[in-house]
């Protein structure tokens, strides 16, 4: 499923994508506050509860509008997260399903970054 990443790489691809959303003008990933969106950041307490859910198999994140700007023109997006867990319906549409805990207001970045930024 996932794997490591060599730390160099990673700041390469990151880079990329900053400098592909800074020229896609008006139609870039923002913050609140009108910067061009980097990440965000989120808190071992909302992903320990996730996680010590032993239903969860992993977790699902979305790029969500931001609650503050619904209904308005302004690109400003959060994370929205959730566990998941396998999903045993038959003929299930979708691999898993929520757990029902579903996060968001996640702290973005700028400001909240770390020196792979």
């Given at each position: 499923?996932?794997?490591?990443?060599?730390?160099?790489?990673?700041?390469?691809?990151?880079?990329?994508?900053?400098q592909e959303?800074?020229?896609?003008?008006?139609?870039?990933?923002?913050?609140?506050?009108?910067?061009?969106?980097?990440?965000?950041?989120?808190?071992?307490?909302?992903?320990?509860?996730?996680?010590?859910?032993?239903?969860?198999?992993?977790?699902?994140?979305?790029?969500?509008?931001?609650?503050?700007?619904?209904?308005?023109?302004?690109?400003?997006?959060?994370?929205?997260?959730?566990?998941?867990?396998?999903?045993?319906?038959?003929?299930?549409?979708?691999?898993?399903?929520?757990?029902?805990?579903?996060?968001?207001?996640?702290?973005?970045?700028?400001?909240?970054?770390?020196?792979l930024v």
């Amino acid at each position: 499923m996932t794997s490591k990443i060599d730390p160099t790489l990673a700041k390469s691809l990151i880079k990329e994508f900053q400098q592909e959303n800074k020229a896609s003008a008006e139609h870039a990933l923002k913050t609140p506050d009108g910067q061009h969106l980097n990440g965000f950041f989120i808190d071992r307490e909302s992903l320990e509860t996730i996680l010590n859910d032993q239903k969860n198999v992993g977790i699902h994140l979305f790029i969500a509008k931001h609650p503050d700007f619904t209904g308005k023109p302004d690109r400003a997006h959060t994370l929205v997260f959730t566990g998941s867990e396998p999903n045993t319906e038959p003929d299930a549409k979708t691999p898993y399903v929520s757990s029902g805990i579903v996060y968001h207001d996640t702290p973005i970045c700028p400001p909240f970054c770390t020196d792979l930024v």
